[in-house]
């Protein structure tokens, strides 16, 4: 989507308040990079994440702002450059290991499940904002892995204690299959299209404009909180907005 994009088409605000196509990819540049500092150079991300918890929400849009300063070709090349080295980091990475992260450690392979997560949810404010559709595919999985995963975490970050009992989450895939998570048997129970609950989870859409269908008050109260992300809890998109 930006590999050919003309210059003054980077400024096109996206629908994250204040970010434009270039804070995007800015934001996915120094997100990778952090990632490589968690991979490789464990001091140096804790400097990071010290000066974060400083300043959360600020941090995050000092460190975009800067990014897009840059000139366009500058950061298109920063951006790819810093994503191959995480993926061939990641791939050094011993089994077993737990990377530093500004949510909980994770490994390798769930950083990396991270990383598609994020730039496929950042790639969705810019195709809103280039008034592009992109057509979804079983790679979605692993954004759906992942906000399933991230059930708990959503909880403790608004406050509440997570529900003690697993959930079963059966979530229509773009090509007409059925990926689960959970027992059969479970009260508990999420349904619907992936590319609804994906684009929930990373807090892309409103849950009233999904159809994401829960089942049991647990469930119900997850989708209103569904993060999939690091940080503080978002704002999500106005009901209506997609």
């Known amino acids: 989507m930006v590999a050919t994009l003309p210059d003054d088409r980077w400024a096109t605000p996206t629908p994250a308040a204040g970010w434009t196509v270039a804070h995007q990819i800015?934001?996915?540049?120094?997100?990778?990079?952090?990632?490589?500092?968690?991979?490789t150079?464990?001091?140096?991300?804790?400097?990071g994440l010290a000066e974060a918890g400083d300043d959360p929400l600020g941090f995050v849009d000092r460190s975009?702002?800067?990014?897009?300063?840059?000139?366009?070709?500058?950061?298109?090349?920063?951006?790819?450059?810093?994503?191959?080295?995480?993926?061939?980091?990641?791939?050094t990475v011993p089994k077993g290991t737990?990377?530093?992260?500004?949510?909980p450690p994770m490994s390798a392979a769930s950083m990396a499940t991270a990383r598609i997560m994020e730039t496929w949810a950042h790639g969705q404010d810019v195709a809103d904002a280039l008034?592009?559709?992109r057509t979804p595919t079983a790679r979605l999985r692993h954004v759906a892995h992942i906000g399933v995963r991230t059930r708990d975490f959503a909880h403790v970050l608004n406050g509440r204690t997570p529900p003690a009992e697993e959930f079963r989450v059966e979530l229509s895939a773009p090509d007409g299959?059925?990926?689960?998570?959970?027992?059969?048997?479970?009260?508990?129970?999420?349904?619907?299209?992936?590319?609804?609950f994906c684009l929930l989870v990373t807090q892309r859409t409103h849950r009233a404009d999904t159809a994401l269908v829960?089942?049991?008050?647990?469930?119900?109260?997850?989708?209103?909180?569904?993060?999939?992300?690091?940080?503080?809890?978002?704002g999500g998109r106005e009901k209506g907005s997609r």
Do not use: C, M, N, Y
Request: proline residues 7%; charged residues 25%; aromatic residues 10%.
């Open 41 to 47: 150079d464990v001091d140096a991300f804790q400097r």
């Open 26 to 39: 800015a934001h996915l540049a120094w997100t990778d990079t952090a990632a490589l500092h968690a991979a």
């Open 64 to 91: 975009a702002d800067e990014g897009a300063a840059l000139p366009r070709a500058e950061l298109l090349e920063k951006w790819r450059a810093g994503r191959k080295e995480l993926a061939a980091a990641l791939a």
């Open 177 to 196: 299959a059925l990926w689960t998570w959970g027992p059969e048997d479970a009260a508990q129970r999420v349904s619907g299209p992936a590319l609804d």
């Open 98 to 103: 737990k990377l530093p992260w500004f949510g």
């Open 214 to 234: 829960a089942e049991g008050p647990d469930a119900d109260a997850w989708l209103d909180i569904a993060q999939a992300f690091a940080g503080p809890p978002g």
């Open 131 to 133: 008034g592009i559709t």
